[in-house]
Structure formats: C-alpha cells, structure tokens
C-alpha cells in the first residue's frame, strides 16, 4: 500500500514537473516525457502484467490531468510498458549506459506511435516536425537517465518501491 501511495505521488511530482519547472527549462519547445520515464522505470521492475496496469493506470491519470484526448497516452503507455515486459528478464538493470539506450529506443517508439495514432484518428498536432520533435523527447529522456535511474533503481531493489510478495510476507 505504502508503495503505491509512494507511486502515486511521483506520478503527480512527474506531472506538475512536466507542466511548470521543464517549460522553462525547454530546448527549442522541447520537454522530456516524464511519465513515460516512470512508465518505463516501474516496467523494468515489475512483472509484466504489473508492469502494463501501471502503465495504463499512469496514462489514464496523465490523460485526465491534461484534459485532452482521454485513453490515447493511457494506451500509448500501456504499449511501452508492454514493450518493457518483453526484454525485462534479459536486461541487465545495474547498467546506466544500456537503460539510456533503452530508455531513448522507448520514447522514440512511444511517441512515433502517439502521432501516428494522433494523426490516423484525425486528431490535431500541433507539432511542425513531428520527428525532430520526438527526437529531441528521446533524447532529453535519455539524458535524464543518469540523473534518475540510479536513485529509482535502488529504489525498486533495496528501498521503499521493493516488491513484497505474498508469500514473503507470511513468514
């Protein structure tokens, strides 16, 4: 419980970052996706079906605090969580270096599949060039990588985002 309330709140801190402090701190009109990093933090982490909840449940409440478009970055995010669960098992966490090239391979996919769904479905975009825009996204995530996996990884490994199972907790 404690860790989903833990969740929840760095979901909002991703949110109101993403809308207030990285408007300033723009390059170009361009802002990491943030919740998409969390996404993709808490899928490296988890089992694949916690994993993909998070990632829908996470996009929901994007798409709700952004008012527009309800269930697009819900499912944007659910597929990148997907992703995640695929290569998981076979990834080696400790390596910073190999998360900033998944990380920035994640973002591209996931914000190249919001445009051409945003685009299929009729939806206005409003960027000029959409692949500098997703670019520049991808590689601004990337660069956050060493500033927050580590914390988030010990996190997830020794700290207060730890799994605890079931039958863990009965002995």
């Known amino acids: ?13 991703c949110l109101v970052l993403q809308g207030t402090l990285f408007q300033y701190l723009s390059i170009g009109g361009i802002k990491p996706d943030l919740v998409m990093l969390l996404v993709i933090y808490i899928a490296l982490h988890q089992k694949p079906l916690v994993g993909l909840a998070y990632g829908f449940g996470c996009g929901l409440i994007a ?7 309800i269930g697009l970055y819900a499912f944007i995010l659910a597929v990148v969580a997907l992703l995640v669960s695929f290569i998981q098992k076979k990834w080696y966490r400790e390596n910073v270096i190999l998360t900033m090239i998944l990380v920035f391979f994640l973002t591209f996919l996931g914000q190249l599949l919001m445009v051409l769904v945003a685009v299929t479905s009729g939806l206005q975009w409003s960027a000029r060039n959409p692949f500098d825009t997703i670019m520049g996204i991808s590689f601004y995530n990337c660069l956050l990588v060493p500033l927050t996996y580590p914390l988030m990884h010990r ?17």
């Not at 996190?155 to 207060?160: D, P, V």
């Open 1 to 13: 419980m404690k860790r989903n309330i833990v969740l929840f709140v760095l979901l909002c801190l």
């Open 63 to 69: 798409d709700m605090y952004l008012g527009r478009y």
């Open 155 to 171: 996190s997830f490994t020794k700290g207060i985002l730890k799994s605890k199972y079931r039958y863990e907790q009965q002995r």
